[in-house]
């Protein structure tokens, strides 16, 4: 109820904004308090009503499964309506007696609600019946791994990593146009770095599924950091043809053109999407390494500035300013940039934010040392925030944007 008055308040808001050329009727619809009063009372009793329609819906309906226990479509809809009210306990209570003669529909439900309730031992051990007892139901496989997924992320244990690639899997091979299977095996090759089958599945999907943002982004992402610049050349034109609203594909073209010597036209697609996406931490980033390839610093200094604003969150924007600050001898504002990447990733930043301390040491700027050497000290790991990658590979496609890992022309050496 609290929620149904929350978002009456703001549709109130959303609507005096289209009104406030009409005041009149502005203050006769809207502002006028008692009209405003009973449209609210009116609202309220109408929510009421709904919720009390439902409740008696359910009771009328249990009474019907209390004549007919085994109608396992009825108590299939009682348990959707508890589900959908957020009384997962409910449906649950619904379901479990009758878990052995259920269909895939309700124990794929009952599995979700014991997720809804942080009870991982019951989610596991229906998803395991529900794939056991249906093992031509794709969605089920997804559903397990998706699971299995979640919990490698969890633990860290490659055993489920497995798991969760081998359930996908089996989906795919019940029924090979299930796109879910895709999707889910599309996300855990990319979190468990596993790059080669990544572009090998997105490929399939190209054939099986036809042209899509989301997979002529990823191709053009795959084909460029993996070094395979005609495809890459074509699959992000054809990316930026079909969706021209997503700054990736422009930054990955630009690459492109970079490593084949074609430096202004790197540099014009870079102009372009860093103008038409001020917002884009991947497209200022990028920037920013193109710059310091040209010796242009302070450019490069400004360009991270804008990364920052675009994603807060992001190492490589506060790093790239910090250690372009360091080189300009802006040593403030580094300092504070070097502080805010310790927030992101302190294990990275402690490397970058000693080399600076010595520097420091060796140009004998000694108060400046002793401030740096105090955020170092401030500068620790803990379990919440040390966010090491798996691998290499990770850590470069991480912290490192393209033009710094492929650079022809890398005169400038900032320790990135």
Known sequence: ????????????????????????????????????????????????????????????????????????KLRHTIAQLYFEKGSYESTVEILKSKAEKLPQESLALLAISYQKLNDSINEIKFLEQLTASYPKYPNGFVMIGDYYYKKSLEKNDPRQSANALLSYKNAIEINPNFKPAYDGLLVAYEKYNNYYELRILLEDMLKRFGKSSQTLTGLCRRNTIDGYFVNARKICSEAINLDNKIPENYVYLSLVENNEGQIAKAEMLLKKVTTDFPKSEVAASNYADFLIQQKNL???????????????????????????????????????????????????????????????????????????????????????????????????????SAFALYSKNKNINLGM
């Open 1 to 72: 109820m609290l929620f149904s008055i929350k978002l009456i308040f703001e549709n109130r808001v959303i609507i005096l904004n289209k009104l406030k050329n009409d005041p009149m009727q502005l203050y006769n619809i809207y502002l006028n308090p008692f009209k405003f009063i009973l449209k609210t009372i009116f609202t309220i009793i109408l929510m009421l009503n709904t919720v009390t329609w439902a409740n008696s819906e359910i009771d009328s309906l249990k009474k019907e499964l209390t004549s007919s226990p085994e109608n396992l």
């Open 298 to 400: 302070p450019g490069a200094e400004n360009l991270y500035q804008q990364a920052t604003q675009g994603d807060f969150n992001s190492f490589r924007a506060h790093i790239g300013l910090a250690t372009v600050g360091f080189e300009l001898k802006h040593y403030d504002s580094a300092l504070i940039a070097y502080k805010n990447a310790c927030n992101v990733n302190p294990h990275q930043t402690l490397k970058y934010l000693k080399r600076a301390a010595d520097l420091l040491r060796h140009r004998k700027e000694t108060n400046l040392e002793n401030r740096y050497s105090s955020a170092i000290s401030k500068c620790f790991v803990t379990k919440d925030n040390d966010r090491l990658p798996a691998s290499l590979t990770s850590l470069k496609e991480e912290f490192r």
